[in-house]
């Protein structure tokens, strides 16, 4: 089993709609969480950091549950800027980082 | 924000030949910097960790002799393919740790290499 897993999608949505990505992680101990996305042949970005409150970006709102060891990223009102590949990172407290496979998503006119 | 760049952008060499890629971080100081590979259509793969002043520590897997890493800065990395073939073609991206309690990554833009 990953340490990190994601649903590879595609994810293929018009605009407008709202979609979400689910991110699960296998190691109890882990501290920090993050959203980036990647676009076709560059580098990933930050997105987002997840907070355990979870926290809102505009359209972008991430949450975090400790207790099913999963984070999500729901984005409302897609553009078609938004396509992309959204990469789940998960930190231990050790400072080693796991990315997700990524989650690729294709906003349509 | 964190501005982290990467030496060349795109790289296209012959086999046996070595290729030198240089990551900086420009506006913080990063004692730990990352080595990733992609290759299409697939997802990062952790190469090396690299901390300042000392040896990288290498993921299971990947050849330390052949992808040589110098920290020799708080603010450079560089990676050495060493002897290139064309399965060493891919996509190499580097990212700097920012520190503090949630240590955020920050990618360089990544370093294309093509060994012919």
């Known amino acids: 089993r990953k340490e990190v897993e994601q649903d590879p999608g595609p994810f293929n949505v018009p605009e407008g709609a709202t979609v979400a990505f689910n991110c699960t992680y296998s190691?109890?101990?882990?501290?920090?969480f993050f959203w980036y996305r990647q676009d076709c042949r560059k580098e990933p970005k930050l997105l987002m950091s997840?907070?355990?409150s979870g926290n809102e970006d505009g359209r972008f709102t991430a949450q975090l549950n400790r207790a099913s060891q999963y984070i999500s990223l729901l984005i409302r009102d897609s553009k078609l800027s938004d396509s992309a590949t959204y990469l789940c990172?998960?930190?231990?407290?050790?400072?080693?980082?796991?990315f997700g496979d990524g989650t690729t998503l294709t906003v349509k006119p | 924000g964190a501005v982290v760049s990467q030496h060349p952008s795109r790289v296209i060499c012959k086999s046996g030949t070595s290729v030198k890629i240089e990551c900086r971080s420009l506006?913080?100081?990063?004692?730990?910097m990352f080595w990733y590979r992609q290759f299409p259509k697939q997802s990062l793969m952790l190469m090396a960790t690299?901390?300042?002043?000392?040896?990288?520590?290498?993921e299971q897997g990947v050849e330390k002799d052949k992808f040589l890493i110098n920290h020799a800065s708080l603010t450079l990395s560089t990676l050495t393919v060493t002897s290139a073939h064309p399965e060493d073609s891919s996509f190499y991206i580097c990212?700097?740790?920012?520190?503090?309690?949630?240590?955020?990554?920050?990618f360089g833009p990544g370093t294309r290499l093509t060994v012919l």
């Open positions: 690299s901390n300042e002043g000392s040896k990288a520590t290498y």
């Open positions: 990212s700097a740790e920012t520190g503090g309690t949630r240590d955020t990554q920050y």
């Open positions: 990172v998960v930190n231990t407290n050790a400072g080693k980082s796991t």
């Open positions: 997840v907070y355990s």
């Open positions: 506006d913080f100081q990063a004692t730990t």
């Open positions: 190691n109890s101990a882990s501290q920090s």
